[in-house]
Structures are given as structure tokens and as C-alpha cells.
Antibody, heavy 128, light 104 residues
Framework: QVQLVESGGGVVQPGRSLRLSCAAS????????IHWVRQAPGKGLEWVSIVWFDGSRRYYADSVKGRFTVSRDNSRNTVFLQMNSLRAEDTGVYYCARDSGGDYDSSNNYYSLGSDYWGQGTLVTVSS | DIQMTQSPSSLSASVGDRVTITCRAS??????LNWYQQKPGKAPRLLIF???TLQIGVPSRFSGSGSGTDFTFTISSLQPEDFATYYC??????FGQGTKVDIK
């Protein structure tokens, strides 16, 4: 069965770094894009980043651009989220999720048909 | 950036009620609107993609409609396991603020 397992969360001081991992199993990992989505305590969902199935494209929310970097290792079925210059507002549960696929338009813009499998999440707390 | 406005932010309903949630995009997003359910302490679950297509395994009491900027999510007859928070999402990016459905 499809499984995504996040790890690497913890308590970190503002300005420091943390690297999250998302280990996948039960499907052909190299065929699917992977998202990171976060949720601050008691708040809604916020999309963070996506990495294409082959790592060729990566996009970020404005709130993390320049501080976070997503990457993947298809030989290890794992996606990483390197988080630098962490702020208090980065605190929350971080989920990885599989992109189910989608459509491209004539300008090569991608339109997703949703995230069909999610991990259980890993908690990141940024606090002094 | 495209903004998503979801309403209401919360509602109270009884088992058997029909529940409707709306989501409005700040610009035309075609059919690329997804709906998720989230229960406390759990990851979100994809219910509907492309505005109206039911994800495999999702009960038929859930439905979605709309295109362009205005979208609707409906639960035709609320069941006890449906009490949760529901989110819309445009494409793979912006989520709506969420709608918490609780027991009246």
C-alpha cells in the first residue's frame, strides 16, 4: 500500500536550520511529484512546496521562498525539505503528499488533480 | 497570487442534514479545484478533484460543482463520520480558510 512517512521535525531556535525527510513506499516513486504542506497550530492548511517527479521543477510559496529548498533522491524514494533561517511563524505540522497527476496547458503550466496520499506529519517548533 | 475565499468558516448541522460549502477564486481557475476533509490530528483526505470528480472510495453523498471562480461542495445527508473541517484548494497551491462542520 502507498505510504509516506515524514521525519526530522523537532524544536529549533529562530534563525537555525532543519531538514525534513519524506520516505515513500508502495508505488513507483519516480513517477510522482511530491508536495509539502504545513499547518500551524489551530490554523488551516498552507501549501509550501512541490518537486516534480524527476526533480526538474520546484516551486515554493512566497512565505518560504529563498529560505526553503526541496529536493528528492529517487534511488532512495525520499524527498527532503531543507529549511533555513527558520522563524516562529514556520512552526507547525509539516505533511508530505503525493501529487496524483494533472494536466499541462500550451504554456507548460501545470494543473494538479489533487494530492491523493499524505503522510502523518512531523511537528516543527521554532522557539527560543 | 490567486486568493480563495471559502464560506462559511463554520457551521452546525444534524445527522441527515444537507450541507453546502462555497469557495470563490479571485480569478478564473477553470475546473482545477479540489476538496479535502480533515479530522483532528489527522492528515487531510482528498474527496473531490477537478471540481466535481469523486476520488476513488469516497461515498457518493459527497459532491462538487462549479467552474471558473465559483464552486460548491455538498454533503447530501450528513453522517456522524462527516463531522470534520473541509478545505478547498485551487490547483496545487492556495487552500481556502476551511469550514468546520460540527454537531448542532
Amino acid at each position: 500500500q502507498v505510504q509516506l512517512v515524514e521525519s526530522g521535525g523537532g524544536v529549533v531556535q529562530p534563525g537555525r536550520s532543519l531538514r525534513l525527510s519524506c520516505a515513500a513506499s508502495g508505488f513507483t516513486f519516480s513517477n510522482f511529484g511530491i508536495h509539502w504542506v504545513r499547518q500551524a497550530p489551530g490554523k488551516g492548511l498552507e501549501w509550501v512546496s512541490i518537486v516534480w517527479f524527476d526533480g526538474s521543477r520546484r516551486y515554493y510559496a512566497d512565505s518560504v521562498k529563498g529560505r526553503f529548498t526541496v529536493s528528492r533522491d529517487n534511488s532512495r524514494n525520499t524527498v527532503f525539505l531543507q529549511m533555513n533561517s527558520l522563524r516562529a511563524e514556520d512552526t507547525g505540522v509539516y505533511y508530505c503528499a503525493r501529487d496524483s497527476g494533472g494536466d499541462y496547458d500550451s504554456s507548460n503550466n501545470y494543473y494538479s488533480l489533487g494530492s491523493d496520499y499524505w503522510g502523518q506529519g512531523t511537528l516543527v517548533t521554532v522557539s527560543s | 497570487d490567486i486568493q480563495m475565499t471559502q464560506s462559511p468558516s463554520s457551521l452546525s448541522a444534524s445527522v441527515g442534514d444537507r450541507v453546502t460549502i462555497t469557495c470563490r477564486a479571485s480569478q478564473n481557475i477553470g475546473k482545477y479545484l479540489n476538496w479535502y476533509q480533515q479530522k483532528p490530528g489527522k492528515a487531510p483526505r482528498l474527496l473531490i478533484f477537478a471540481a466535481s470528480t469523486l476520488q476513488i472510495g469516497v461515498p457518493s453523498r459527497f459532491s462538487g460543482s462549479g467552474s471558473g471562480t465559483d464552486f460548491t461542495f455538498t454533503i447530501s445527508s450528513l453522517q456522524p463520520e462527516d463531522f470534520a473541517t473541509y478545505y478547498c484548494q485551487q490547483n496545487y497551491r492556495t487552500f481556502g480558510q476551511g469550514t468546520k462542520v460540527d454537531i448542532k
